[in-house]
């Protein structure tokens, strides 16, 4: 996944933006909020050519196999794919079924031993079968924006601490760069020390009372636990138990607090961006190393014809720039024709068999 803000940087790079102050609406004709309908619209193309295709074993005792969904759950945070319904099914293998030979039915009473097809049919979210059975399935995620609803819980007096996570850390890697962070930027309100077996223990540097009890926040991995209560001679003391990173872990936090302030301390996986305290759109499931030139060229072309349409002569300063609107929008358009070629020519082994 990746911040969308991430790719705003990016396409103002690449269509030539970059010397617009600092890109505010007021002198780039658009917003963000804007910038997002043409990564929408750039996302919906490039999910023709190259969607997330995933393969699922199901075991079904039933005609059909529901599958759960939590894209709707008001506790939403983040979004796994593979915990919701696939968008589209390319294919069912069946693996083992009796009197089923894959991926081709007999005739039960052996009167002909012509193969039939297996058939199967997907009306998300239920995939409906000829028989129970166990059955290996391709199944079609689409790339999409996902919005991350800042956290009610955080105030903006709050103080935050970024915590910067791989997807391959394992318990004890987090824990250790939990302490890293805070002995790197919060030396003169807490030490913090990892402990081993995933575990992280933070002090307070003052000794006192706490401003208000430590919390796991959002996280559902980490549960502070106060091992010595804050008093006039002695500092309050938290320890808390680390799980090896997921993506479930990014943009969630926990607080911790002084006698003064309350911090929260948020994971960002990945070097992606999403500080809780804001609303953050992410794409999923987009690679966030930028490695994916084609994706970031159509999202170029989209803003570049957004922009285009939406000025009748670029200016800078008051004086005009040959570049005009309307010379935007024809380059725009020529570089959505030349990407959809090349997808379709050189990256385009999805493309013949779905379409």
């Not at 294919?91 to 894959?102: A, K, R």
């Not at 059975?133 to 103080?159: C, E, Q």
């Not at 760069?177 to 805070?182: L, P, Q």
Request: include cysteine; charged fraction near 20%.
């Amino acid at each position: 996944m990746i911040n969308c803000k991430d790719v705003f940087d990016k396409v103002i790079n690449l269509c030539g933006q970059r010397q617009l102050q600092d890109c505010s609406p007021s002198v780039l004709e658009t917003s963000y909020n804007t910038f997002l309908s043409a990564v929408d619209q750039a996302t919906s193309i490039y999910n023709d050519y190259r969607p997330q295709i995933s393969d699922v074993k199901i075991v079904t005792q039933g005609w059909r196999q529901q599958f759960s969904s939590k894209e709707n759950s008001t506790d939403f945070t983040n979004y796994i794919f593979s915990d919701n319904p696939p968008d589209s099914i390319q294919s069912v293998f069946p693996s083992n079924v009796s009197g089923l030979t894959p991926p081709y039915l007999y005739d039960a009473w052996r009167f002909n031993t012509e193969k039939l097809p297996f058939i199967w049919r997907y009306e998300k979210p239920i995939l409906y079968l000829m028989y129970p059975g166990r059955f290996n399935v391709s199944a079609i995620y689409y790339h999409k924006i996902m919005k991350h609803l800042k956290s009610l819980d955080l105030t903006s007096t709050m103080i935050g601490q970024k915590i910067d996570i791989y997807s391959n850390d394992v318990a004890d890697v987090v824990a250790q760069k939990i302490a890293y962070w805070i002995n790197r930027d919060l030396s003169s309100t807490f030490t913090a020390v990892a402990t081993g077996s995933g575990k992280v223990r933070i002090t307070n540097v003052e000794v006192g009372a706490v401003t208000s009890a430590p919390t796991s926040g959002n996280t559902g991995y980490i549960s502070p636990i106060v091992i010595q209560p804050g008093s006039m001679t002695l500092p309050e003391v938290t320890e808390i138990t680390c799980t090896p990173a997921t993506v479930n872990i990014q943009s969630k936090y926990f607080t911790i607090s002084s006698p003064t302030d309350t911090y929260y301390f948020w994971f960002s996986l990945d070097e992606a961006d999403g500080d809780p305290i804001v609303d953050n759109y992410f794409l999923y499931y987009i690679k966030n190393d930028y490695e994916d030139r084609i994706f970031f060229d159509l999202c170029n072309a989209k803003f570049m014809q957004l922009l285009g349409r939406s000025r009748s002569n670029f200016g800078l300063n008051g004086l005009d720039i040959t570049n005009t609107g309307a010379n935007m929008l024809t380059d725009g358009i020529a570089l959505e024709d030349r990407v959809l070629e090349e997808l379709k020519t050189n990256k385009n082994k999805f493309y013949i068999g779905w379409k």
